[in-house]
């Protein structure tokens, strides 16, 4: 696993030129003290043969499981390069982002970055009171209307050494 650090205007691709880069990275911030069962929770993990059909096997329930595994990640097709960039199109941009735009931007179907978005947007809702507690959060929730009848979401303030730019 890499221990990487990255300043915010470092571009994309060169942060995660590829599937591999973005796996490492997201093991490394999940993962920080060894990796773990996704779905016990055991240090008892084994590494996968080319890495199929997960990377890991837990030796104490004997699951497959990867990074992705009891995330907001989990279930889905995209890749993993590709979830990463839309965490920084939906964070580099003060304003909102539409569903378009992470469409156009990560070369997807606009149903795709439907899904993506809202689930992005939903792990954010579900940390607000750490985010507005000054907690140990990296993200900031922007006001977004999705079209939805539902009213835009609130915007939740990063804590104050987070927002110094």
């Known amino acids: 696993m ?3 650090k990255f300043s ?12 591999n880069e973005s796996r490492l990275y997201l093991e490394g911030r999940r993962w920080e003290e060894g990796v773990r069962c996704g779905h016990c929770g055991s240090a008892e993990v084994a590494e996968c043969r080319d890495h199929q059909p997960m990377p890991y096997r837990c ?3 004997r699951k497959h499981f990867s990074v992705r595994t009891g995330t907001v990640l989990a279930e889905s097709r995209l ?3 590709k979830w990463l960039m839309a ?3 939906l964070t580099a941009d003060r304003g909102s982002v539409s569903f378009v ?3 156009e931007k990560l070369k997807i179907t606009q149903k795709s970055a439907t899904l993506l978005t809202r689930r992005i947007h939903e792990t954010w809702s579900s940390n607000k009171d750490k985010l507005q507690s000054g907690g140990d959060a990296f993200v900031k929730l922007s006001s977004t209307f999705d079209g ?10 990063a804590p104050k050494e987070l927002n110094d730019d």
């Open 2 to 4: 890499t221990d990487q």
């Open 8 to 19: 915010p205007r470092t571009p994309f691709n060169e942060r995660f030129p590829s599937e």
């Open 59 to 61: 030796k104490s329930c």
């Open 79 to 81: 890749p993993l390069h």
């Open 87 to 89: 965490i920084d199109v």
């Open 101 to 103: 735009q992470v469409a």
């Open 148 to 157: 939805s009848k539902k009213k835009p979401t609130d915007i939740v303030r």
